[in-house]
């Protein structure tokens, strides 16, 4: 007999393709050496996918183009060039399951011509004005970074304040012009490709810079113009570019904005950039560009749009044949993005389909509906693709993955649910037996329309089997399960309600009785909120002697542990529940709904809703108020200063105008201070004159025939309001009428009064305040400021110089009283005999002391001196000349064969004497600095003997002395001894 052979059947689970790699944009550089790119296309699918290529909507004959080549998935493209290759690139992946696109990805290539090679025409500007050097760079794709060369390459141009290179245009900017800018200019692009960068520059434009000895002084006028509407997508990186002409050079600064809030300055630069924009950063923005002279402003607005991105995909489903099916996907973007469907890479069409613009609806699903589909969101910035397949099933009934459950317990008098769900489609009819009885629905029992059977009320002769049948036009199938009834569960004692403080301790009860044979699970909520005991373990904790006791403790009781509490006693078969509540008593809960009825300039009417007393009256309000800036809540003061318990209103007094506030309200009664209240909105309190004076008034120096005038700006905080300047008063001392000249500005600091009448160091009597568009406020102080000065006019006399030393002189002179200026100090000038005065050497002594020491001399020398004062202005005319001569080098030998002697009280010293040498100034004595111990304060001793007696104290363990040679032309080197005296 033969063997009887075995076959194993092995099943492959199929599915459509999945893209797992798409093609991406793509920038190739012109020309490039490298001959191939490649887009990327990658599907996992079961059986393997079959690829094709699209190029701008249009299939792809591979076939007849040798020029690309399929590697897998992936497209490669030999020798490419803009005129053959560049667009959009699809890629469509197939199997028997289904078809889908791939997203688009363009191609595109990058280049940068060359500039022309025509020279440039001369270019002549006068000094002090400002200019714009043009670029004009040659075609390219896609943009390029700008740098310019000054006379020669790689010589390159650094930017500054007055200098700016635009990086949208790649003209050169100068604020205003200098002598120094005259020269020859080009402009550098750089173009970086992928993984190349190539620069190209102009022919050298010459700048001719006309000089003037005045150069005129102007306001500033923007020539670098952002664009009125910029439109950006966002997380793109954005920059907005401002620079203006103007002499002294502009500040540049911006703000956005917002409406009739004030300013918030950004950036001071000529560029506004974001690294990664966001819908926040959408608005209108405002570059000021401002110098002592006036200002200028420009606004373009901002528009943030967005590509398509999904929030909503569809996903792998499996319907039953005959049903209905509804598949949903929703994207964002600005504008905002259409909506789309696919079957198998192509428009739906069938009858049976209705496409809305997020939906595609199916009804009565057939088998040739299965397929892969995909929902396409796309808008002007571009198009995404989601995929999912769709698989309609046809099964008989089958119970091996859910059957009904084997055996199934149940509590008498309760209710028991008995699922019946098995695997089928078209959906069964289902029917439910208990032994050969085929049950109906009526007052206990229930069969739901899914099939789930539902017993009530349940006795002892409900225990037995239950079967529940399934058919549909498949086939047919049935499942058993046994009822099992036990004793029901119930609470013997429930928890009981409690009035308590916050921060006491409380026990709620809860006790049970339940079947036996089962476990018994205590579970407490609050205001239907499990328990957590673990994350709660700080206040709660549970108290249980036995199985059937689940009381829990309850330890310093906030007021969020107030409410409504449940305690569930369970088993498998069956649950009880009893509740109880626990008022908690407390600090008021915060105030409602603060709002800001009426503003003036430095008060305002605030009003509020009453919060949960929590069960002890309000006693007391507090309004509580910040800066927006800040993160510091104050006490506000209000009209009264207390606001009582009953009050829903207050008056906040003592605001500064035009300044932005949030408020709160905090409440307390006799258990304390309760939680503030949420912020109000912001508001900023209404305009008025300034009532604080500018501070730091000064002035002084400058050109001939000016008065300078200075001050310290006013913070933003004391400025009351839009439109901010300030006034300046000023007169000669000498004069009764004040003129008055309007500097507006917030930042202006400085004005400078020019008047050919004005003569040098003339006392003008200053005063300014400050302006806004509600009036003007407070004059400072009156102080007196002195027009520029000229260099003095007068020598100081009696010049007199002596030597101090071989290498010092001391100078000393009479003060000079110079009537056109202040005098700072003393400027000496000396120069050695046989040198010429134009090559003297100069010190400077600050202050009025008419006394200087001049060191740093050569021994043995004559020297010519003169003495002038000076001040801000300059150097005055010099004193008639005198001179002298520094003595010789002081002796240089140590004084040598150093002996000493000691009784009980002194020490006597000896040394023989040093001759000097020829070039050396006489010995005239001996120093001896004589030091106790260590660490003492050492004692100097003066002699022209070549011995020398010293008082020892008692006790002196040390004896240190350094003795050296003097003279005319200073001391000698030191020579050193170390004697104990404690031998």
Avoid at 858 to 866: F, N
Wanted: aromatic share 10%; charged share 20%; net charge neutral.
């Amino acid at each position: 007999m033969a063997a009887a052979s075995l076959k194993c059947t092995v099943y492959t689970f199929r599915y459509g393709p999945v893209f797992e790699d798409q093609p991406q944009n793509t920038l190739f550089p012109e020309g490039f050496v490298e001959e191939q790119v490649t887009l990327s296309c990658r599907a996992r699918a079961s059986p393997s996918a079959i690829y094709r290529w699209k190029l701008n909507g249009t299939e792809l004959n591979l076939s007849a183009n040798s020029s690309y080549q399929l590697v897998g998935g992936n497209l490669a493209i030999s020798n490419p060039t803009q005129a053959k290759h560049a667009g959009t690139y699809q890629c469509v992946a197939s199997n028997p399951k289904g078809t889908v696109l791939s997203n688009e990805a363009s191609l595109r290539f990058g280049y940068l011509h060359e500039f022309p090679v025509t020279q440039r025409d001369p270019v002549k500007v006068t000094e002090g004005w400002g200019i714009m050097l043009p670029c004009n760079p040659p075609q390219h794709y896609p943009g390029l970074f700008y740098r310019w060369l000054l006379n020669e390459f790689p010589s390159f141009l650094n930017t500054d304040s007055r200098r700016f290179v635009s990086q949208g245009n790649g003209n050169l900017y100068i604020a205003h012009t200098e002598e120094s800018d005259e020269g020859r200019y080009s402009c550098l692009t750089t173009s970086h490709i992928s993984f190349t960068t190539k620069s190209v520059y102009s022919s050298f434009l010459p700048l001719s810079v006309i000089s003037e000895a005045d150069p005129r002084m102007y306001s500033p006028s923007i020539k670098l113009r952002f664009p009125s509407e910029t439109y950006t997508l966002h997380g793109q990186a954005v920059t907005l570019e401002c620079f203006a002409f103007g002499n002294p050079v502009p500040q540049i600064r911006w703000r956005k904005v917002e409406g009739t809030q004030p300013p918030r300055w950004l950036v001071l630069d000529p560029v506004l950039h974001f690294p990664s924009i966001t819908f926040e950063d959408d608005g209108t923005y405002e570059c000021e560009a401002e110098n002592s002279r006036g200002r200028d402003i420009l606004q373009g607005r901002v528009i943030v749009q967005a590509q398509p991105e999904w929030l909503q995909v569809i996903t792998n489903t499996e319907a039953k044949i005959g049903s209905d099916l509804i598949w949903s996907c929703a994207a964002s973007g600005k504008p905002r993005p259409t909506i789309r469907w696919l079957g198998d890479g192509k428009p739906l069409t069938s009858q049976h389909l209705i496409v809305t613009n997020g939906q595609l609806k199916f009804t009565n699903l057939s088998l040739s509906d299965s397929g892969m589909y995909q929902c396409v969101a796309g808008n002007k910035h571009g198009t995404i693709y989601t995929s999912a397949e769709l698989t309609v099933q046809a099964l008989a009934p089958d119970f091996s993955l859910s059957p009904v459950k084997r055996l199934i317990p149940a509590a008498r008098g309760g209710e028991v649910i008995i699922q019946c769900n098995p695997q089928a489609a078209p959906t069964p009819l289902i029917l439910w037996t208990k032994g050969t009885e085929l049950l109906q629905n009526n007052k206990r029992v229930t069969i739901t329309a899914n099939g789930t059977l539902i017993l009530k009320n349940i006795s002892r002769s409900d225990e037995g089997k239950y079967t529940c049948f399934a058919e549909n036009i498949m086939g047919k199938s049935n499942s058993t399960g046994v009822l099992n009834v036990r004793e029901a569960t119930k609470i013997t004692l429930a928890p009981s309600g409690s009035d308590i403080n916050q921060g006491e301790n409380v026990t709620l009860q809860c006790h049970a009785f339940h079947d036996p044979s089962m476990d018994l699970t205590f579970t407490w909520t609050l205001n239907g909120i499990p328990i957590d005991f673990e994350k709660e373990a700080e206040f709660y904790k549970r108290i249980s002697v036995n199985n059937a006791i689940g009381d829990i403790h309850i330890i310093h009781a906030q007021l969020r542990h107030a409410g409504k509490y449940t305690c569930t006693a369970q088993t498998v078969v069956d649950r009880i529940s009893a509740s109880t509540s626990l008022l908690i008593r407390g600090p008021p809960g915060p105030p409602g709904g603060v709002v800001v009825k009426n503003i003036w300039e430095t008060t305002v009417q605030l009003s509020w809703s009453r919060g949960f007393d929590n069960y002890s009256p309000t006693s007391r309000y507090v309004v509580q108020v910040r800066k927006p800036q800040t993160k510091i809540w104050r006490t506000a003061r209000t009209d009264p200063p207390t606001v009582e318990g009953n009050a829903e209103t207050a008056l906040v007094v003592g605001l500064s105008p035009w300044t932005e506030y949030l408020f709160r309200v905090e409440a307390s009664n006799i258990l304390g201070v309760g939680v503030p209240s949420c912020p109000s909105a912001l508001i900023r309190t209404k305009e008025a004159a300034p009532n604080v004076a500018p501070s730091g008034v000064s002035g002084g120096g400058g050109a001939p025939n000016e008065l300078i005038i200075n001050w310290m700006p006013i913070g933003r905080q004391y400025q009351n309001g839009d439109g901010f300047g300030y006034v300046i008063a000023f007169k000669k001392k000498s004069e009764d009428i004040w003129q008055t000249i309007s500097v507006p500005g917030v930042q202006s600091h400085q004005y400078v009064y020019r008047n050919e009448s004005i003569a040098a160091y003339t006392p003008f009597d200053v005063k300014i305040k400050g302006f806004n568009k509600k009036g003007q406020g407070p004059y400072s102080r009156e102080i007196t400021v002195y027009s520029a000065e000229e260099e003095p006019n007068v020598f100081p006399n009696e010049v007199k110089a002596g030597a101090k030393s071989s290498s010092d002189i001391e100078v000393t002179w009479n003060t000079a009283e110079a009537q056109n200026g202040v005098v700072l100090g003393y400027e000496i000038r000396y120069w050695k005999s046989g040198d010429k005065e134009a090559a003297a050497d100069r010190v400077r002594s600050a202050g009025m002391i008419p006394v200087a020491i001049v060191g740093g001399l050569r021994p043995d020398t004559t020297y010519y001196i003169t003495v002038r004062s000076y001040n801000r202005a300059g150097t005055g005319p010099s004193s008639p000349i005198t001179n002298v001569t520094t003595p010789k080098a002081p002796p240089n030998r140590r004084p040598e064969n150093i002996t000493w002697a000691m009784s009980r009280k002194s020490l006597r010293i000896k040394w023989d004497p040093v001759t000097s040498l020829p070039n050396e100034s006489f010995v005239t004595g001996y120093k001896v600095l004589y030091r106790l111990d260590l660490h003492s304060t050492p004692t100097l001793y003066v002699t022209s003997k070549t011995y020398l007696e010293l008082p020892l104290p008692e006790g002196t363990s040390t004896v240190t002395i350094q003795l050296r040679t003097t003279g005319q032309g200073g001391d000698g080197e030191p020579a050193e001894a170390h004697i104990p005296t404690d031998t």
